[in-house]
């Protein structure tokens, strides 16, 4: 049997002797009219809750880390290891609604590109002084 307490749903089961109550902000936006409904990303369903971290239909997350530690080692993943910051760039940037997650997406897109082109440069040079060393020890005789 379930019936309704104040804010509480409440389930009383006889046989089982078990008694669970479960709190109706939870269930119905009127309860949370504070807040206004989102909408999930991936299934595209209506949430009644504002600040939920999960979907409640898909379990996709919703919200996402954006701490300063997080956005730190976001940061340095994206000048250290450049291409592996567009799996971060792809992450951030796909939430809607979140601007400040889709900053950082922004930042980490930066980051990457800057450290994929001071990547290519480096080896640019280190290619040509390779090369130019070569050339030197071995008296000027040119390999191609």
């Known amino acids: 049997m379930a019936y309704r307490e ?3 749903l409440v389930i009383a089961n006889a046989e089982l ?10 269930w119905y936006p009127e309860n949370n009219m504070d807040t206004a409904p989102i ?6 369903k209506t949430i009644a809750l504002a600040d ?9 997350t919703l ?20 291409p ?12 809607k609604g979140d601007v400040k997650a889709r ?5 980490a897109t930066i980051l990457t590109v ?7 440069w480096l080896w640019n040079i280190s290619m040509n002084f390779l090369n130019q060393s070569l050339q030197s020890s071995l008296g000027g005789f040119s390999i191609y």
Do not use: E, M
């Not at 800057?114 to 290519?120: G, H, R």
């Open 63 to 82: 919200r996402l880390n954006t701490s300063i530690g997080k956005q730190v080692g976001i940061y340095l993943i994206s000048l250290f290891l450049p």
């Open 17 to 26: 002797n078990t008694h669970l109550s479960f709190s109706l902000d939870l």
């Open 6 to 8: 104040d804010k509480f």
């Open 39 to 44: 909408i999930c990303p991936f299934c595209h």
């Open 52 to 60: 939920a971290r999960f979907c409640p239909y898909c379990g996709k």
């Open 84 to 95: 592996l910051g567009f799996a971060y760039t792809w992450k951030y940037l796909r939430v």
């Open 114 to 120: 800057i450290a994929i082109v001071a990547s290519i």
């Open 103 to 107: 900053n950082i997406g922004i930042v």
